[in-house]
């Protein structure tokens, strides 16, 4: 299967440098499943080529471990995985090409995010819903999608049409989106992968879709095809997909766009954090769940603290997971320290049993984020199913909120809540929740308190009653 990269942009060279292989030398690696060789069949001053040849082994395929031979069949020997680009292709792209696909060009930054008049023409791609399906996927990305359609066989023309397609691909682009369009869309025209999906495969999936997959058109069928329809990771999948991320930019930041200068200005969230750590370590609990860990702010005081044995995070952002990871330092760190923390992408509204067996679990500044109708099944999750020994919930007090410059009564503090409670309505919810999964409920708050509208932030600590637990 062939792969190629065209651009005429001056200096056309310049390719060289955002995909980390000099235009001047071949390269080859071989990889569990074939040999992917690298070169440059032209690169002078008016256009400069990419050409990424996989050459598969089917012998492999069929003879390698963990395959399984039914009914003495010829299809493991006989198929079209050595000539269609698949999911082998997409493994090759991430092997050869991981720091063009993360936006990584130390040579020259700048080139990163510059857009580029590219061609990218595959030899061959599959689309057995035809022509149609195949120009839907690429054409909203801003593609003009050429395709060549192939006989089954030349000789027997009367056998019509393959599903099968040679394809260019020219579109006014940055390298780094042109590769993640190809690493996710090239399986799901394949429609099947040839590797067991996990849970990993969901936060590949959002990272490498990150700022087009979410609105694309065909978004839930690119989801299902990619995840091998297995219903349970399609839906975190779209579930995440849906959440809008609260900051950009810079992940220190914790200001929102439209956050109350007042809050920034004492630095309420660093007092809620040390509130919340200050009550874990006095809980005795070792093994902590951070709900809606965001970057992992929270996490990162928590490994200070040699005290907690077990650390982990769930978000339902796969960006942010990716922030914490770096902000955690998580590839560098000792493996004692390692062992001790985790990240897991998920949703608070989907049972998971992930989320068992804990001490604790805190909650800051999420449930507000959730729509109403959903909060049911957050209580679920965390209070019926998780039921960890300890619940710490924090969330906005709207009675404080007039209190911000700007804002008016009924104002909300940021335009992704879809509700805020008051002091009474938060102990209506709480009590009310503690009685129904068998949880005492006391409260307290965060922030300098206004004599009548209280404090900025509300807090419950949820303990479970001893006769509740195990």
């Given at each position: 299967?062939?792969?190629?990269?065209?651009?005429?942009?001056?200096?056309?060279?310049?390719?060289?440098?955002?995909?980390?292989?000099?235009?001047?030398?071949?390269?080859?690696?071989?990889?569990?499943?074939?040999?992917?060789?690298?070169?440059?069949?032209?690169?002078?001053?008016?256009?400069?080529?990419?050409?990424?040849?996989?050459?598969?082994?089917?012998?492999?395929?069929?003879?390698?471990?963990?395959?399984?031979?039914?009914?003495?069949?010829l299809?493991?020997?006989?198929?079209d995985?050595?000539?269609?680009?698949?999911?082998?292709?997409?493994?090759?792209?991430?092997?050869?090409?991981?720091?063009?696909?993360?936006?990584?060009?130390?040579?020259?930054p700048?080139?990163?995010?510059?857009?580029?008049?590219?061609?990218?023409?595959?030899?061959?791609?599959?689309?057995?819903?035809?022509?149609?399906?195949?120009?839907?996927?690429?054409?909203?990305?801003?593609?003009?999608?050429?395709?060549?359609?192939?006989?089954?066989d030349?000789?027997?023309?009367?056998?019509?049409?393959?599903?099968?397609?040679?394809?260019?691909?020219?579109?006014?682009?940055?390298?780094?989106?042109?590769?993640?369009?190809?690493?996710?869309?090239?399986?799901?025209?394949?429609?099947?992968?040839?590797?067991?999906?996990?849970?990993?495969?969901i936060?590949?999936?959002?990272?490498?879709?990150?700022?087009?997959?979410?609105?694309?058109?065909?978004?839930?069928?690119?989801?299902?095809?990619?995840?091998?329809?297995?219903k349970?990771?399609?839906?975190?999948?779209?579930?995440?997909?849906?959440?809008?991320?609260?900051?950009?930019?810079?992940?220190?930041?914790?200001?929102?766009?439209?956050?109350?200068?007042?809050?920034?200005?004492?630095?309420?969230?660093?007092?809620?954090?040390?509130?919340?750590?200050?009550?874990?370590?006095?809980?005795?609990?070792?093994?902590?769940?951070?709900?809606?860990?965001?970057?992992?702010?929270?996490?990162?005081?928590?490994?200070?603290?040699?005290?907690?044995?077990?650390?982990?995070?769930?978000?339902?952002?796969?960006?942010?997971?990716?922030?914490?990871?770096?902000?955690?330092?998580?590839?560098?760190?000792?493996e004692?320290?390692?062992?001790?923390?985790?990240?897991?992408?998920?949703?608070?509204?989907?049972?998971?049993?992930?989320?068992?067996?804990?001490?604790?679990?805190?909650?800051?500044?999420?449930?507000?984020?959730?729509?109403?109708?959903?909060?049911?099944?957050?209580?679920?999750?965390?209070?019926?199913?998780?039921?960890?020994?300890?619940?710490i919930?924090?969330?906005?007090?709207?009675?404080?909120?007039?209190?911000w410059?700007?804002?008016e009564?009924?104002?909300?503090?940021?335009?992704?809540?879809?509700?805020?409670?008051?002091?009474?309505?938060?102990?209506?919810?709480a009590?009310?929740?503690?009685?129904?999964?068998?949880?005492?409920?006391?409260?307290?708050?965060?922030?300098?308190?206004?004599?009548?509208?209280?404090a900025?932030?509300?807090?419950?600590l949820?303990?479970?009653?001893?006769?509740?637990?195990?």
């Amino acid at each position: 299967m062939l792969l190629t990269i065209s651009t005429t942009d001056k200096p056309t060279t310049d390719l060289g440098y955002l995909v980390h292989k000099n235009p001047f030398r071949s390269q080859g690696r071989k990889l569990s499943f074939g040999t992917v060789n690298v070169f440059y069949p032209e690169a002078t001053r008016d256009i400069c080529t990419l050409a990424i040849l996989l050459e598969i082994d089917p012998l492999h395929l069929a003879r390698g471990k963990g395959v399984r031979v039914q009914n003495a069949t010829l299809s493991p020997y006989v198929n079209d995985r050595p000539y269609v680009c698949s999911s082998f292709m997409s493994i090759a792209l991430s092997r050869l090409f991981g720091q063009t696909l993360n936006g990584t060009c130390r040579g020259k930054p700048e080139l990163v995010d510059r857009p580029m008049d590219l061609k990218a023409s595959i030899s061959v791609l599959p689309s057995k819903p035809g022509e149609t399906f195949l120009k839907s996927l690429f054409e909203p990305l801003g593609y003009r999608v050429d395709t060549v359609p192939h006989l089954l066989d030349p000789s027997f023309p009367e056998w019509g049409q393959s599903p099968y397609f040679t394809v260019t691909l020219s579109g006014r682009v940055t390298v780094k989106a042109l590769f993640n369009h190809l690493y996710v869309l090239i399986p799901v025209l394949d429609n099947q992968k040839h590797y067991f999906i996990d849970e990993n495969e969901i936060q590949k999936l959002l990272q490498r879709g990150e700022g087009w997959l979410s609105e694309h058109p065909l978004r839930n069928v690119i989801t299902r095809r990619y995840l091998k329809y297995l219903k349970s990771y399609e839906v975190q999948a779209l579930e995440s997909l849906e959440e809008t991320p609260e900051t950009e930019g810079d992940p220190e930041v914790l200001k929102k766009p439209d956050e109350p200068a007042g809050e920034q200005a004492f630095n309420l969230n660093r007092e809620r954090l040390q509130t919340v750590l200050t009550t874990l370590l006095a809980s005795g609990a070792e093994t902590l769940l951070d709900l809606g860990c965001g970057t992992g702010k929270l996490m990162r005081l928590l490994l200070k603290e040699g005290h907690f044995k077990r650390i982990v995070g769930l978000d339902v952002s796969a960006r942010y997971l990716q922030v914490a990871h770096e902000r955690l330092h998580l590839d560098t760190l000792p493996e004692i320290q390692r062992n001790r923390v985790d990240l897991i992408l998920g949703s608070l509204v989907y049972r998971d049993k992930r989320l068992e067996g804990f001490d604790a679990a805190v909650v800051i500044e999420v449930i507000e984020h959730l729509p109403p109708e959903r909060l049911r099944t957050f209580e679920q999750v965390v209070f019926g199913c998780a039921r960890p020994g300890m619940v710490i919930v924090t969330t906005p007090n709207r009675e404080y909120n007039p209190f911000w410059e700007g804002m008016e009564p009924g104002d909300l503090r940021h335009k992704d809540h879809r509700f805020e409670w008051t002091r009474r309505e938060f102990r209506a919810w709480a009590e009310t929740l503690g009685k129904t999964h068998g949880y005492g409920a006391t409260f307290q708050s965060v922030g300098q308190p206004h004599h009548q509208l209280g404090a900025p932030t509300q807090i419950c600590l949820f303990t479970r009653k001893e006769e509740e637990r195990p």
